[in-house]
Each structure stands twice: as C-alpha cells, then as structure tokens.
C-alpha cells in the first residue's frame, strides 16, 4: 500500500488501488478505540440518465431509484443484514446523496469480521419483484413524510429555483409516482453499471492494524468476478448558469414562514482544478458575513428578519454547485431581499484584512478538529476522492490563500441573475 502522510497532524493512512479498480483507504489510530468503516460508489440521486455498463445506448430510470436501491441492499434471502452486524456490536447504517450512495458502520469488536460483513452483502444484490413492490409502500410513506417537512420543502424548492433540468432538482428519494415505475430489473441495470468495483471506494478508520485488514479486503475481492469496467457515461441535460426562477413561494400549513437564498455556481467555476478551492472561499465567506458571529447575520437580527442561527448550505460539485441562507423568519418578504441585497454587497464591499486573517485562523482550527472525528474525516476524503480530488491540499490551499485572491473569486461568484430567492408561507397568504 501507499503510504500517505496527512500534512499538519503528524499522522498517516494508506492507500492502494486494486486490481479490479476498488480503491481502499486504511487510516489506522491506535488511540481510539472506535472502528469506522464506510463502502461508498460514486452514484446518486442525479445518476437517472446514463449508458449501462456492457452497452451502447443511454437508458432512463426512474426518478429515486438510487435511494431505493439502498434500501433494498440491507433485505437478503436469508434475512436482515442489520442482525449481522448487530450481533457482533456493531451499529450500521447507510444514505444516499445527490452524488453517492454509502453503507457503514461502527464498532468497537470484531472489525475484520464487519468488514467483511460489509463487503459481501453490498457486493451480492437480492432483488425479486415481490419485495420491490413490497418496498414502494414504505419508501411512498418516508416520501411523504418528507413532504409534510418545512424545511426540506424549502431545501428543494430553493434548488428547484434554481435548476430547470438538472435531476439535483428532483428530491433524492423520487416522488410518490416514480417509485411506482421502479421494477427490479431496473435495480439490477443500476446495481450492476454503478456499484462495480472501479466506480467504489472503501473507507477504514480507527483502532485495527492496517496490514491485516487490506490482507483481508485484498482476499475476500480476489475469490469475486466482476466485468470488465468500460467507464460510465452520465447525461444531466443542458442548464444556464443562470437561475430558472428568481422567485419561488410554497404554501404549507406552518405558523412560522420560512425563507431561503440562494446562489447558483456558473459551470466554469466546477472545473476539477479549482473545486477545492472555490469550495473553500465560499466556506469561509459564508461564516464570515452570515454564521452567528458575522456581520450580516447580525445586522438580520437587530432588523428582526432571523429567529434563531441561519441554516448555511454549500454544495459544489462536478456538474451543479450552489451556496444558501435561509432560516425561519416572520418577515420573509424583507429577509429574502435584505440577504439578496447583502450577498450583492459582497463584492463591493472590500473585505478587512484583520477580518480575514480570522476567519482563515478559524477555519484552519475547523480542519484540524475535523481529522479527530473518524466519521467526518472518511466522508469528507471520500467525498473529495470521487471528485478526483485529494483533500490534503486543502491544508495548503487555505495557508498560501490570499485576501487579493479571494476579492478575484468573489467577483466570479455573485451576480444578480444568479440568485433566486425560495419561501414557504402559511396557507391562509395563498
């Protein structure tokens, strides 16, 4: 294996490739005594348009299908996955995002054991027509569940804003018609073209020795056969940097309004060399001005535009990004373009060097704290290793950045046609 030294916490993980292209991460810390483990492939909700693997022509799945299909990984013929690893201690769980599906667990016992465990139940799918049609009553209640949820009513609507034809507008569990479409041919077509090894990465970290445990993932992959991966082709339909609809209201039945602003990211600014960083400027903006300690949030509080602390969302990904504010508000007509107005403020307003030089101290704390916590440490290198990225330059990025550098990125990131502005409203204001 690779050894590869982590800059600035004087500690080191290990990685090699496999031969059927499974990338595996070790990240041994004798000093704990948790054992964290994550199984992810680079497929999300936006993965609905794509060429299977084997074939030529592009294929269309049903909107939801890479949730459903995590759900239905942990349902094998000879029962319930979840009792395996409960039966030696372990707590496992999954999700899927926008851009990756996961399975994992934790443990303090038996770690090679669950691993193991791991790898061979997301490696043998189960699917029969019975239990998919089975699963579309649950997964139609958890849809509606969701539904019934303000928030995430305002998350998608604030996207949907946004996005008139990329799928990341379209809720990561599909909708109630979708699921409905799903047959368990299409699982098996989606199971086979995304979750092959060369589309995958494990993630180990914790208290275990790292040469056992890639001994043992190298052997159980080594007794498997997969095709031969051919690359898989991704279709997310044209899309303007510019946002679908600068304005979008949702009625519920809540008491309190909600509102949200946000961002959109021109495709320029997704490009792999300059994700990491762009990334990290947007990060460090948004605390600056907008998190409890910043200058606008604090200006939104004594207008008496924000309840509580803001809800901060920053997506950047290969092919969609976007930053957002929202929160609850009484006044969401004047908090949507106040945040609009202050955002615009950004780039003309210079920003203060002393200011400045805290927020990258603060930030370089965050990072330090992050690699303390195995969980967040192996989502975050994963995240960033799907995107061709590796995380450890960030450490070097936020050291050599530069306030000049930072007013240039500014300058590229807001524009007015780019931000639109999301609210939930009480029923009885329709």
């Known amino acids: 294996m690779n050894k590869i030294e982590i800059p600035r916490i004087n500690e080191s993980m290990y990685h090699k490739q496999l031969e059927n292209g499974l990338d595996v991460f070790l990240y041994p810390k004798p000093e704990v005594e948790k054992t964290f483990a994550i199984f992810s492939t680079k497929y999300g909700s936006i993965d609905q348009t794509f060429t299977p693997i084997g074939e030529t022509e592009k294929v269309s799945v049903p909107d939801g299908i890479a949730h459903f299909l995590e759900h239905k990984m942990f349902e094998k013929e000879d029962g319930d996955v979840f009792q395996h690893f409960s039966e030696r201690g372990a707590s496992a769980n999954a999700f899927t995002s926008f851009t990756q599906t996961a399975y994992l667990f934790s443990s303090t016992t038996a770690e090679e054991q669950n691993v193991e465990t791991l790898l061979n139940f997301v490696q043998d799918p189960y699917f029969t027509e019975e239990t998919v049609e089975k699963e579309k009553g649950i997964i139609e209640q958890e849809i509606k569940m969701y539904d019934d949820q303000a928030d995430w009513r305002l998350f998608f609507g604030t996207i949907g804003s946004l996005y008139e034809n990329h799928p990341v507008r379209i809720d990561i569990a599909g909708t109630v018609d979708s699921i409905y479409d799903i047959t368990h041919e299409d699982l098996y077509t989606c199971y086979h073209t995304f979750y092959h090894p060369s589309n995958m990465s494990m993630f180990v970290i914790g208290n275990f020795d790292h040469e056992k445990m890639f001994d043992l993932i ?213």
């Not at 190298?218 to 997310?236: A, L, S, T, V």
């Not at 600068?246 to 946000?262: D, F, G, N, R, W």
């Open 218 to 430: 190298q052997q159980n992959q080594n007794e498997k056969n997969f095709k031969e991966p051919n690359g898989i082709d991704r279709f997310y339909g044209d899309e303007a940097d510019t946002v679908y609809k600068s304005l979008e209201k949702i009625y519920m039945p809540v008491q309190t309004p909600k509102c949200m602003v946000a961002v959109k990211e021109k495709a320029d600014n997704l490009a792999q060399d300059q994700l990491l960083k762009n990334d990290l400027v947007r990060d460090i903006l948004i605390d600056l001005y907008f998190s409890k300690s910043g200058s606008y949030y604090e200006e939104l509080y004594q207008e008496g535009l924000v309840i509580d602390k803001l809800r901060l969302e920053l997506y950047l990904e290969e092919s969609f990004g976007f930053s957002a504010i929202g929160g609850s508000t009484t006044k969401p007509q004047e908090f949507g373009e106040r945040v609009k107005v202050m955002l615009l403020k950004i780039k003309d307003e210079p920003i203060d060097q002393t200011e400045f030089d805290r927020a990258k101290k603060k930030k370089y704390g965050e990072l330090i704290r992050e690699f303390n916590e195995l969980e967040g440490t192996a989502n975050t290198i994963i995240h960033y290793h799907h995107l061709g990225i590796d995380y450890r330059e960030v450490f070097e990025l936020l050291e050599n950045l530069t306030l000049d550098e930072v007013n240039q990125i500014i300058d590229d990131w807001i524009s007015e046609d780019r931000i639109s502005i999301c609210m939930v409203l009480p029923e009885d204001e329709q």
